[in-house]
């Protein structure tokens, strides 16, 4: 984080102190498969932690759970110290506090590019119209998208069609932005340009948790690096530690296969 961002006006949220999401003891089950176990987290303001580890190993419920959109069979989720996974929360309020981005854009393909960006600033959290689209044109410009406002999705590649949807997720200032494999379904020549993205909000502050296979980025923008192996975070430390020094033979395994395979 550059506290030059953070000067200039930042829209995130400063520190308060607690980790922006606690994750404790959580267990998450499908039918008998056990898919999370034991899972605890800390994700400290203006951090970038990634999560990586083979496909199936729970990133993405782990993700969804975060977000509400599962529920926890055992354990809690906390957000800025509130407990979200407490039945009597409000879980349309907390959604609105997280954004999340998934690997499919699932942009509204009937609206424009300012539409998609200020649909939930305007109905959801009642910001009046020139202001959300003085903010969406704004952002579009962070984001490499100036002019492109009017477009359709359809008209754009897929990796502007991706940052319109990060654009979209943090048009509402989130306190926390989840994004699930974002470039998992782009040509390899685009994914750099949405990583850029990414790297940029993590200058200007932004608590963020991404599950990727794209290692080096992991371990280029994460503070914290976090392995998951069937539903357990087995290894947890700095990028420089985890990939630099694993200490478990199994996160050894899983980096030197992608290593063989030239990933790494
Ligand atoms: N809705 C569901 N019903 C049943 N099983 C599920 C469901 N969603 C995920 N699973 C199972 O949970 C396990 C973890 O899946 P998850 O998608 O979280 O893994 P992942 O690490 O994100 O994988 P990938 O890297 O391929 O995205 C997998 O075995 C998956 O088959």
Same mark, same amino acid.
């Given at each position: 984080?550059?506290?030059?961002?953070?000067?200039?006006? %930042?829209?995130?949220?400063?520190?308060?102190? /607690?980790?922006?999401?606690?994750?404790?003891?959580?267990?998450?089950?499908? =039918?008998?498969?056990?898919?999370?176990?034991?899972?605890?987290? #800390?994700?400290?303001?203006?951090?970038?932690?990634?999560?990586?580890?083979?496909?199936?190993?729970?990133?993405?419920?782990?993700?969804?759970?975060?977000?509400?959109? #599962?529920? $926890?069979?055992?354990?809690?989720?906390?957000?800025?110290?509130? #407990?979200?996974?407490?039945?009597?929360?409000?879980?349309?309020?907390?959604?609105?506090?997280?954004?999340?981005?998934?690997?499919?854009?699932?942009?509204?393909?009937?609206?424009?590019?300012?539409?998609?960006?200020?649909?939930?600033?305007?109905?959801?959290?009642? $910001?009046?119209?020139?202001?959300? +689209?003085? /903010? *969406?044109?704004?952002?579009?410009?962070?984001?490499?998208?100036? =002019?492109? @406002?009017?477009?359709?999705?359809?008209?754009? %590649?897929? =990796?502007?069609?991706?940052?319109?949807? &990060?654009?979209?997720?943090?048009?509402?200032?989130?306190?926390?932005?989840?994004?699930?494999?974002?470039? @998992?379904?782009? !040509?390899?020549?685009?994914?750099? /340009?949405?990583?850029?993205?990414?790297?940029?909000?993590?200058?200007?502050?932004?608590?963020? $948790?991404? *599950?990727?296979? /794209?290692?080096?980025?992991?371990? !280029?923008?994460?503070?914290?690096?976090?392995?998951?192996?069937?539903?357990? &975070?087995? +290894?947890?430390?700095?990028?420089?530690?985890?990939?630099?020094?694993?200490? #478990?033979?199994?996160?050894?395994?899983?980096?030197?296969?992608?290593? +063989? *395979?030239?990933?790494?």
């Amino acid at each position: 984080m550059t506290s030059d961002a953070l000067s200039k006006g %930042s829209p995130w949220p400063l520190p308060s102190g /607690e980790p922006v999401l606690r994750l404790e003891a959580v267990r998450k089950t499908y =039918g008998s498969a056990v898919v999370l176990r034991d899972v605890a987290l #800390e994700v400290p303001a203006h951090s970038v932690t990634a999560l990586i580890g083979a496909s199936g190993s729970g990133k993405s419920t782990l993700l969804r759970c975060a977000n509400l959109l #599962e529920d $926890v069979d055992d354990g809690a989720i906390f957000l800025d110290g509130e #407990e979200i996974t407490d039945p009597r929360i409000d879980q349309d309020a907390v959604r609105r506090r997280i954004g999340v981005v998934f690997q499919a854009y699932n942009l509204f393909p009937h609206m424009t590019v300012l539409d998609n960006i200020t649909l939930a600033p305007r109905r959801v959290h009642k $910001v009046p119209r020139d202001r959300a +689209e003085t /903010e *969406a044109r704004e952002l579009l410009d962070r984001l490499g998208l100036a =002019g492109r @406002a009017g477009e359709y999705p359809d008209r754009l %590649s897929g =990796g502007q069609q991706q940052r319109v949807a &990060i654009a979209r997720a943090v048009a509402t200032r989130p306190r926390l932005l989840l994004l699930d494999e974002v470039t @998992a379904a782009l !040509d390899p020549e685009l994914v750099g /340009e949405v990583l850029a993205v990414i790297r940029d909000l993590k200058d200007e502050g932004m608590t963020m $948790v991404i *599950a990727t296979h /794209e290692m080096a980025f992991a371990r !280029d923008v994460a503070d914290q690096v976090c392995f998951l192996d069937a539903g357990v &975070i087995l +290894e947890r430390g700095t990028a420089d530690r985890v990939f630099g020094a694993p200490a #478990e033979q199994r996160t050894r395994d899983f980096l030197s296969r992608l290593t +063989e *395979a030239g990933r790494l």
